[in-house]
T-cell receptor, first 114, second 109 residues
Framework: DTAVSQTPKYLVTQMGNDKSIKCEQN?????MYWYKQDSKKFLKIMFS???????INETVPNRFSPKSPDKAHLNLHINSLELGDSAVYFC?????????????FGQGTRLTVV | SQQGEEDPQALSIQEGENATMNCSYK?????LQWYRQNSGRGLVHLIL???NEREKHSGRLRVTLDTSKKSSSLLITASRAADTASYFC?????????WGAGTKLIIKP
């Protein structure tokens, strides 16, 4: 059973398109995240959702928007894709118990904008 | 913001040797976590050490935490080829998990 699953695994698209990446967790966690890992392997948090409320919103372009239909899902929508958006995007989840417990990651979505 | 910094950025050792990686951070923390990332895969949690702990063991892993120096080290003993991966530290601080840039570990057969 996959704990955190995200789709698609690979996404190649043209500049200017709008795309979505889906994420689902079956761990019953109350917090989900989206991370971006660039070519230098820096892992940067983009969004964090706790109980369907955005609690951290890093300074990412507003072309990126998280959508959480329920506690088990956090999808990432990207509008007007740019070349610089090419990266690997990871979804993760954890349980928030006063402090953060271990985070479980999806396998990543490699986005290539051409 | 990038708080943690791993050192070294890359490490290449012979199978069977011990590997030590370090992580430094800037602000006070609740806990510090180490993760492993195999090429092209997601991160996998290895070990969590709380701010009131100084050392923790898990199998061949040993983690130390020095809050006075704001640093942590991850020791992998008797390394194996399967340990080849990137290792990241993450600090739980101010309701965020803040990540370092990672250490790339290569185990040579």
């Amino acid at each position: 059973d996959t704990a955190v699953s995200q789709t698609p695994k690979y996404l190649v698209t043209q500049m200017g398109n709008d795309k979505s990446i889906k994420c689902e967790q079956n761990l019953g966690h109350d917090t989900m995240y989206w991370y971006k890992q660039d070519s230098k392997k820096f892992l940067k948090i983009m969004f964090s959702y706790n109980n369907k409320e955005l609690i951290i919103n890093e300074t990412v372009p507003n072309r990126f928007s998280p959508k959480s239909p329920d506690k088990a899902h956090l999808n990432l929508h990207i509008n007007s894709l740019e070349l610089g958006d090419s990266a690997v995007y990871f979804c993760a989840s954890s349980r928030m118990d006063r402090t953060y417990t271990e985070a479980f990651f999806g396998q990543g979505t490699r986005l290539t904008v051409v | 913001s990038q708080q943690g910094e791993e050192d070294p950025q890359a490490l290449s050792i012979q199978e069977g040797e011990n590997a030590t990686m370090n992580c430094s951070y800037k602000t006070s923390i609740n806990n510090l976590q180490w993760y492993r990332q195999n090429s092209g895969r997601g991160l996998v949690h290895l070990i969590l050490i709380r701010s009131n702990e100084r050392e923790k063991h898990s199998g061949r892993l040993r983690v130390t935490l020095d809050t006075s120096k704001k640093s942590s080290s991850l020791l992998i003993t008797a390394s194996r080829a399967a340990d080849t991966a990137s290792y990241f530290c993450a600090t739980d601080s101010n309701y965020q998990l803040i990540w370092g840039a990672g250490t790339k570990l290569i185990i040579k057969p």
